[in-house]
């Protein structure tokens, strides 16, 4: 680590080094108290000896780069305003950064003040300056120990004339780092200036004005579903419903009524239609406990990329990066599981459900099938492309948004299309360049279910048949991962992943597809519980011949009446039932701590890095799997109450929307950041529970807008299956 030497040097670097890096954003209203301090000192030309010292070391040096380049319109401007502008010149420095007081905890960033450069627009710009920076006193030559360069970046606010091209007055000035232990790599800096975004462009327009025509039918059918509740004109031949009217003597009767197609249509974009659909909490059966675990693997992703944005305008990133060893921070560093959660209960309920359809009809329509997945995924999903390209540009404009997210809206302008066939995790080929990054789960969610009748068909055909697909695609996820992260020498610990493995393991299917394997076999176990569930009951009944008919009614009373309380229930010894979510819990526990090396101090090796990627995704699956499925089967006690909580069953049906509108949120909360953050656990819980609220507020809106009258629709237009 390196410090600076004298009081002296940090002030000229302030001076020279801090005025080439910038990046831009909004103006704010009011002026820095510091610079109207300075600018009152300058007008009354009470100059301290320091600043007139440091104005003359700038002059000086400003004077060679002219000798040396006449044609250079920034040296030359700079040396205009050291002359006879030294009010805006101060101010040009006041709102640049200034080199990092705190290295030791790892601030190598100085955004300087974003909102104060753009308030001098269109005599500045604001631009960011990256280089890399070695210890002097770290040998290149020594191999045991090379030296490691770390990557600064600075803010600077710039006269207009100064852009990209004019690097040499800042690599100079940077050369004399030197004198402070750095090194600089002239090779490795670049500089990005970009001009304060217009209020409203084109494409924000556009957005606005589809926005506010889908909201306007949104509340015209909620206004006319007000005024006429049951469509005003009742219709033969149309959709039966019944209605409950109160008679005279106070009764409630059920009378069936008729409501045309084009009322049902409408109705199905009313609020007040939808709403309670969405806030109801009832559940059947033990299949609620299915939305606990998505509403916590949801929460669990959010806090997740809580972290990983924060780091972004985090300034102390050593004492951060210091809790990755920590054993409670395992939660963070394995958060990937809770993806895999995530695709266990799709790879579940696509089986499950699919597999009682052909037990009853023996058939399944295909067309149906493939056509129903894609159109309750697809709308929402290009709405949140359609806000990424519109909406959210017309927010980041922060000057941490510049060099890392505002692209996103380029390339889904680009590749849009490669989202909605479901392949933007294969091309692009890099997660950078993709549209809506965190959508590579849809990409390989849709093409696990594409191929997902090949296991749940062939098992109706023949259980054999389907367990050994089952257990050649384990295999064959498990080796695609361990060869792939073999060749690449990836390690264990997600978080701090090097190269490629997130295109190469994180994002692939193939690499993927364990998770969702697992919860296919899960259905399988369940239906065949089930069967023989059900066989040994009928076997019983037909043993009561020797009971009498009283008895025998009550007993199957008694029957009919648990069967409509849970259908899916199948009675457990509380030990079986205890040990095995004991047991599954073990190895979820053993995948998310089990990366905790602190104590011995030993880091895995190559071998151990490898098994670990290959199979933990199929070993946590199997763990979640023992628990979900003694609460499925009605044995889970307690861990069954939790997650069949009622508010569980609501939040449930917002978890899409909030898994895509989430980075949304984290992107306007961090990368619009105008300052420094110190890192603390406290905050990032604060400031998780609030992204996670705004996330699931914001899945509701989208929710009444597009998701529910979807639904609705394709109930009214299509056949049921």
Known sequence: MFLLHSHRFSLLLLLVVLAPLVLCAPPRADNGLASRLMQSSIKSNRLTAEQKKLTSTFEELLSEHVAQNTSSACVKEYLFLLRNNTALLFRLFDSSGVFPLDVLEGNFQSPGSFPECNELYPLTHYCKLSFSLTSKNQSQDDEEDPAKPITATFGLCLPAQCGEGDLDLVLSVLERLQLSGMIVDRNSTSVVCIPPKPELDRDGIAGIVVLSVMGLVVLLCTAFHYCYPNGGVIVASSIPERLSLTLLNGTQKNVPMTYSKLFLAVRSFSILYNLPRLLDSGGRGQMTSLNGARVVSICWVILCHTFIWSQVATVDLLRALKRISTFS????????????????????????????????????????????????????????????????????????????????????????????????????????????????????????????????????????????????????????????????????????????????????????????????????????????????SSVNNNNQNDIEEEDAREREADIIQHKKENEYAVPVSKYISYGLMLFGGFWMCLIIFGTYTEPTGVEWNAAQNVLYIAFSRIVWSFGLGCVLLMCLTGNGGWVNAVLSHPAFNVLSKLTFGAYLLHPFVLNVLFMDYPGRILYDEFMIITLFLGVACISFGASLVVSLLIEMPIVNLEKLFLPSH
């Not at 149906?368 to 404009?397: A, C, G, K, S």
């Open 329 to 536: 921070f395992q939660v963070i560093s394995n958060g990937w599981s809770s993806v895999d959660s995530f695709f266990f209960l799709s790879g579940f309920l696509v089986a499950f459900l699919s597999i009682k359809e052909l037990k009853k009809k023996g058939k399944i329509p295909w067309f149906l099938f493939y056509f129903h997945r894609i159109w309750r995924l697809t709308p929402v999903y290009m709405f949140v492309v359609f806000l990424t390209i519109t909406v959210e540009p017309q927010w980041l404009m922060g000057p941490n948004s510049v060099a890392t997210f505002m692209n996103e809206a380029e390339s889904c302008k680009k590749y849009w299309w490669t989202n909605l066939l479901y392949i933007n995790n294969f091309y692009p080929s890099s997660e950078v360049a993709s549209c809506v990054r965190v959508s590579w789960y849809l990409a390989n969610d849709m093409q696990m279910f594409v191929v997902s009748p090949l296991f749940f068909f062939s098992f109706y055909k023949s259980k054999i048949l389907g367990w050994i697909l089952i257990v050649l695609g384990l295999v064959a996820s498990a080796l695609s991962s361990a060869l792939i992260s073999s060749h690449n020498n990836y390690i264990g610990n997600m978080i701090v992943q090097t190269g490629h493995f997130y295109d190469d393991v994180y994002e692939k299917p193939y690499t993927r597809m364990g998770a969702y394997l697992m919860g296919i076999a899960m259905a399988f176990v369940y239906h065949q519980l089930l069967d023989h569930h059900h066989h040994s």
